[in-house]
């Protein structure tokens, strides 16, 4: 999880929990 939010705040774009439901980085 961690690495998520840090892959989340790296982009600055979407929120964990978004990631977490993509089970990926939208960025990516």
Same mark, same amino acid.
């Given at each position: 999880?961690?690495? %998520?939010? #840090?892959?989340?705040?790296?982009?600055? %774009?979407?929120?964990? #929990? %978004? #990631? %977490?439901?993509?089970?990926?980085?939208?960025?990516?």
């Amino acid at each position: 999880m961690r690495s %998520l939010v #840090t892959e989340v705040g790296r982009e600055g %774009l979407e929120p964990p #929990t %978004l #990631t %977490l439901a993509s089970g990926r980085a939208p960025g990516q």
